[in-house]
């Protein structure tokens, strides 16, 4: 009686094992062989397998650090507690709910509505004639000093 009871416990337990490691294998598996789509014109030099690790962590996952660790200017800026990337709008987000990958290259990672956009977030506020003219008067490559996104 007790021998058999152990080997069913045997079986049990080898059964159970090899679904756990296939669900672990599974995706480690499929993450290093597909991308789920062509990276958009910003990154389209990141494309390729020995690139992934750039963004991901093991196993898909999103690292912000490594964003961060290319946009340096922007992870300065947090650093400084200054722009809109420390604003409420920002706060306790993932990046990618905002910036998403792998739709293709022609594909808008930054939407936004320019008409809708409260500029106070930036903690620079548009007051009086700033209200009324053009963005792009303010907002030109010239005035750009982010050296990554300036090119
Ligand atoms: C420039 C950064 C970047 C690079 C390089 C990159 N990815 Fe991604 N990847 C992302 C982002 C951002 C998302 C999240 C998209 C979303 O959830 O909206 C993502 C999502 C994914 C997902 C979907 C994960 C999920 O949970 O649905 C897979 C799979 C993936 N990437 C695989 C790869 C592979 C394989 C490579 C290399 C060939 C790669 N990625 C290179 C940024 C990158
Ligand atoms: C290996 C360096 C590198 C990594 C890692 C990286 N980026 Fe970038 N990213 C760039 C460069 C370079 C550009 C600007 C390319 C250009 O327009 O000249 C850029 C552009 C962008 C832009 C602006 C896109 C546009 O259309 O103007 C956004 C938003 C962005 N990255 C978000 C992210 C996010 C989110 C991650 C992490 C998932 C990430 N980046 C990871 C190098 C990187
Ligand atoms: C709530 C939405 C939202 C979230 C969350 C968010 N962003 Fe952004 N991001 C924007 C918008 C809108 C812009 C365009 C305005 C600007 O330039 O700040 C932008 C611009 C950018 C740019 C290009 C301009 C620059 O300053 O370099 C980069 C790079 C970027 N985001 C990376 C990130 C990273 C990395 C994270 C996570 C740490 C993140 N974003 C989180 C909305 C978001
Ligand atoms: C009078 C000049 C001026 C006008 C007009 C203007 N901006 Fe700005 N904007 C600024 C300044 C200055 C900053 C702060 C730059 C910084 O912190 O590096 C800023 C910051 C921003 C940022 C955040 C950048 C960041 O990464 O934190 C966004 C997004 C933005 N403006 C969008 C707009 C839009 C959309 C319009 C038109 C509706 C507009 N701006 C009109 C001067 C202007």
Sequence with gaps: ??????????????????VVFLFLIIPCGVFSQLSPGKLTKAHSSLEGLSNCTLCHDLGAKISEKKCLSCHT???????????????????GK?????HS?????NFEMIRFD????NHNLTG??????HKKIDCTQCHSPENIS?????K
Aim: charged share 25%.
């Design 124 to 129: 620079y506020e548009l007051k009086g004639a």
């Design 146 to 150: 982010d050296p990554v996104l300036k």
């Design 73 to 91: 200017h922007l992870q300065q800026k947090i650093t400084q507690n200054k722009g809109y990337h420390v604003s409420k709008d920002i706060k």
């Design 1 to 18: 009686m007790d021998v058999i009871n152990i080997r069913t416990f045997h079986r049990f337990i080898t059964i159970h094992l090899v």
């Design 114 to 117: 320019k008409k809708t956009f």
């Design 101 to 105: 990958e792998h739709h293709g290259v």
């Design 94 to 98: 993932a990046c990618i709910s905002c």
